[in-house]
């Protein structure tokens, strides 16, 4: 019997990973920008608008912070209001939000909308800790029923307000930042932990989707997860952080060989310990239209698979699916789409400079690079549906600390945007607009590389030329060797190229305006 069990898992295995004759083609392109969009002034959000929208942005990413928008949001006593009508919270705490959604779907960028924490003194439970208060026990019922709120607001039909359709609940459940406890103390034994977490999770998602199908919402895109890659392995404690794959496996009520949970294990984590009413009690679990995850490297290229197997990186996408696929399997529940479940990277980016921890790290130019080699990687998973950027703009060090005395607080923003506070545009952001990925960037002479590319800011509907041009080693021009169409909505193509010696490869292309070019990639003739 062993050996057929080997033989059935290397199978499940084979089948989640992503077929080299298969690829997401019109997945879209997702941004996020938060200080830029929301917060900045007028001014700002209708230039960053117009400049995601010259990158060929489909579709921008939007947190919409419950204690942001809640009235008495430092109170330990809810005030006397009815929290699903969305005209009883002040209107101010919403005018960024209404703002933010009306120039963008005038631009024809669409909008996710992650509604997260932190969460209003009045919906939270009495936390042990003031700096996790912010994040400790959000209240489900409560968190419903402001999910009911956002979604009157905006479903078509509020205050000449516009609909949005695409709607993912809760940000990185699995990171202490934004949702405590994530593991609790066990009654049985108090020397040991519980994974507490994906229970208060599961209730926000079971919640949620009730209140998006109450505010006429129940047909939109959903989604769920919204996980980071990484935990603290087998670290434990109120504000330790659980890895991806351990996370979802306890949010559906699995131990960690996939086995239902049952007794003790079952009524500690609040899981029935059946199949059917598992089903029953949790349809978002298994009818969402996707899952979403955040499967950031930060430091380290795309291709390089993590070192803990509970993570989930770009290159550990395979490991994210097969787990999904089983978990559906176990429940015996259908799946989105014969290949799996979709899935949504809502955020995704690399850490560069000025942060000094990763200056000689991450480059402008391999943040070029990498960024590509990731779009490559997105493009050829067919389960993957979206890729976002998170951060147009880098973000300035943390002003409540000094960088010279404090440099690793003052740094712990994010500098993983296009372009530096002050206006200079990365290496990434001429990458963003015209992705290319060499496949093959040392080869012997004569051989041909793969080359993969990507026209962003191209007309939807378009069929648009593109010159693949080859420069020698030392030579000032460039020459045409190969030419191609890229075809709507994404504007994605894959050709090959022979190379005879040493140079750089990139690509040229027009949309009827001036002429675009990649940057360029060298390639490396050896003997």
Not at 15 to 36: G, H, N, R, V, W
Not at 104 to 110: C, N, V
Not at 139 to 162: C, H, I, M, Q
Not at 358 to 376: D, G, I, M, P, R
Request: aromatic residues 10%; positive net charge; contains cysteine.
């Amino acid at each position: 019997m062993k050996p057929l069990r080997l033989l059935i898992a290397a199978i499940l295995v084979l089948a989640a990973l992503p077929s080299l004759a298969l690829a997401s083609k019109t997945q879209e392109s997702m941004f996020q920008d938060d200080p830029m969009l929301v917060y900045g002034t007028a001014e700002q959000m209708n230039s960053t608008l117009d400049t995601l929208k010259a990158l060929g942005v489909d579709r921008i990413r939007i947190s919409v912070f419950w204690r942001v928008v809640a009235p008495a949001n430092d109170q330990p006593q809810k005030p006397n209001f009815d929290a699903t009508d969305p005209a009883q919270y002040p209107a101010e705490h919403w005018a960024p939000y209404d703002r933010v959604i009306q120039a963008a779907q005038e631009r024809g960028i669409g909008v996710n909308l992650n509604i997260t924490s932190p969460v209003p003194r009045w919906a939270a439970s009495e936390s042990p800790r003031a700096d996790i208060q912010q994040t400790f026990g959000p209240n489900p019922d409560e968190f419903g029923k402001f999910v009911r709120a956002v979604g009157t607001r905006y479903s078509g039909t509020f205050a000449g307000l516009p609909r949005v359709d695409y709607w993912s609940i809760w940000n990185e459940p699995n990171q202490a930042g934004w949702l405590t406890p994530q593991w609790s103390p066990d009654p049985r034994n108090a020397k040991k932990q519980v994974d507490a977490a994906p229970m208060i999770y599961r209730k926000l998602v079971a919640a949620a989707w009730q209140a998006l199908a109450d505010s006429a919402h129940g047909t939109d895109t959903i989604l769920i997860g919204e996980t980071a890659p990484q935990g603290t392995q087998t670290d434990k404690g109120l504000s330790r952080s659980i890895d991806a794959l351990k996370f979802l496996r306890r949010m559906y009520c699995l131990d960690d060989n996939l086995n239902l949970l049952k007794g003790g294990e079952a009524h500690l984590r609040e899981c029935p310990g059946d199949i059917p009413t598992f089903v029953a009690q949790n349809p978002a679990l298994f009818h969402a239209t996707g899952y979403a995850h955040h499967p950031y490297a930060l430091l380290t290229p795309p291709g390089r698979s993590s070192r803990w197997q509970d993570w989930v990186s770009i290159a550990d996408l395979g490991r994210l699916t097969h787990e999904l696929t089983r978990i559906y399997q176990r429940y015996g529940q259908k799946m989105q789409s014969k290949r799996g479940v979709p899935l949504y990277l809502t955020e995704y980016g690399y850490q560069t400079k000025p942060d000094p921890f990763v200056a000689k790290v991450v480059t402008f130019s391999k943040q070029a690079a990498w960024l590509n080699q990731a779009e490559y990687m997105a493009y050829k998973n067919p389960n993957v549906q979206a890729l976002s950027q998170f951060l147009l703009v880098d973000d300035a060090p943390d002003p409540a600390f000094d960088p010279k005395k404090s440099p690793q607080l003052a740094w712990r923003t994010f500098q993983s945007g296009l372009q530096l506070v002050g206006g200079r545009r990365k290496d990434s952001y001429k990458a963003y607009i015209t992705p290319i990925f060499v496949k093959q960037a040392r080869l012997r002479r004569g051989r041909s590389t793969g080359i993969f590319g990507m026209l962003r800011p191209a007309q939807a509907a378009a069929n648009v030329p593109a010159q693949v041009q080859f420069r020698p080693r030392g030579a000032k021009r460039w020459q045409t060797r190969t030419r191609v169409t890229a075809g709507g909505p994404e504007h994605y193509f894959e050709t090959s190229l022979r190379v005879l010696r040493s140079g750089s490869v990139r690509i040229l292309w027009s949309d009827g305006g001036r002429p675009t070019a990649s940057r360029p990639v060298t390639v490396t003739v050896v003997r």
